[in-house]
């Protein structure tokens, strides 16, 4: 900057007069670059203070007229203010510096002109209408010269009554557009708009199977850059055909039929974004799967067994299923692939659950019927004596765990009375034996075998 300071100040000495300016050492000269500004906005000028050929520093600067503003140069002789012309005229510049004479230089301030563009992005390769406003001082500017550059185009346009012009701008490249207004009378105006890159469409589909003539409603999500694109058009090519367009959460629902196996492609687009696609697989048949729960039945007893029909990561609705071997039943899956069916083996052994469906290979699983656990029953005392009664204590267990909810009943000896065990697997009931027939004693419940012993008296 010195360097430029000093350029400057050769080239003005040696355009004047030598022997008038440079005779008094003690004159102060001052410039302002630019010396023609805009009204009605800030503009950074630059002063340049020098004497007797030579930069001369800390002086004081001092603008009036259509802008005030007051500084002081550094000791390279330069300032830098932000000057905001108020209003159309001259800036006045006075430079002042004890033991000097005062130097002057006298700014333009014209009317500056403001360019916008509404949308200011665009995207590449779309073609969009924007809006540009051109004013001066805050006011519209009729009949100013509008003229875009960059991205790959160029177009000019001329404003109307309001300041504005309309012009569909279509850029093929991305990047900063330069947008330039200009009137006789007026400071150039200058903006930049954006030419951004289209966004590119994903796409995922719901099921990524299906099967040769089994009609499947897939789900089609359509985003860009993490967001749900709405009105993007769905089209399928390959093994079947169809299309849909996107709600607000970026979904289409579409019946997918194939006619044949292989690979059914659904295309995604829309205006203003690079398309995208994916692929569904058309097969000959699809692999079930079948699981149980519980995986264990007791024989004889009623049990609630809960069935679930999937191909792949998919629930299988309107599958069929069928029980064989030691207990029968069948039903059909809901929605969520599932039956749930009330098996009753009357016997121990495997129970073997099929599903079948039209288009899906058959699949089959296993689960068993156990037999019945058995009863143990103990009491104490063990033995009563006859015309005495006594209170005795059953305890009902199946291997080494209590039994709650069993049927204790007492018969022979001239009793007859039952109770049931609570949560201890025990109850305790009043004997009052009579003669000398053996008292029994049968514990019972469903699922178990009966547990049974005497008590003498």
Known sequence: MVALIGGIIAGLAFNTVLGAVWSNSKELHVIAIPGDIGAGKISKVTFITFSNGAAIGNVN???????????????????????????NGSINVNAEKPGHENGTFVISA??????????????SGVATYVTFSVTGMGKPVEGAAVNLSGSG???????????????????????QITLTAKKS?????????????????????????????????????VTAGGSAVNDAIVSLSGAASGSG???????????????????????????????????????????????????????????????????????IEGAAITLTGA??????????????????????????????KTGYSSASTTFSAAGQPTLSI??????????????????????????????VSISGGGISTDGMTNSAGQVTLQLNAAGTSTINVAARKTGYTDGTMAITH
């Open 61 to 87: 600067v001092t603008l009036s007229g259509a802008a005030s503003e007051h500084g002081m140069t550094d000791t390279d002789g330069m300032l830098v203010l932000a000057v905001n012309a108020t209003k």
């Open 110 to 123: 014209t009317p500056g002109l403001d360019i916008g563009a509404s949308p200011a992005s665009i995207t």
């Open 153 to 175: 185009i160029g177009l000019d346009g001329v404003t109307g009554s309001n300041g504005q012009i309309i012009m569909q701008v279509n850029p093929p490249g991305t990047g």
């Open 185 to 221: 009378g007026y400071v150039d105006g200058s903006n930049a708009m954006t030419s951004a890159s289209q966004q590119t469409l994903g796409v995922s589909s719901s099921q990524n199977t299906v099967t040769v003539n089994v009609p499947a409603y897939i789900t089609f999500t």
């Open 245 to 315: 367009v996107t709600n607000q959460d970026g979904r289409t629902v579409i019946q997918v039929t194939p006619s044949t196996t292989g690979t059914i492609t659904a295309s995604a687009s829309k205006t203003g974004f690079a398309g995208g696609s994916v692929t569904v697989t058309s097969a000959s048949t699809q692999s079930l799967y079948i699981t149980t729960s519980p995986s264990t039945i007791t024989a004889g007893v009623p049990t609630y067994v809960l069935f679930t029909a999937t191909s792949g990561n998919s629930a």
């Open 327 to 356: 207990a029968s039943g069948n039903g059909v899956t809901n929605q969520n692939g599932q039956a749930i069916l009330l098996v009753n083996s009357t016997g121990t052994g495997t129970i073997t659950a099929s599903t079948t």
């Open 378 to 407: 103990s009491a104490s005392p063990s033995n009563v004596t006859n015309g005495v009664p006594t209170y005795v204590v059953f305890t009902v267990k199946s291997g080494n765990s209590a039994i709650s909810g069993a049927t």
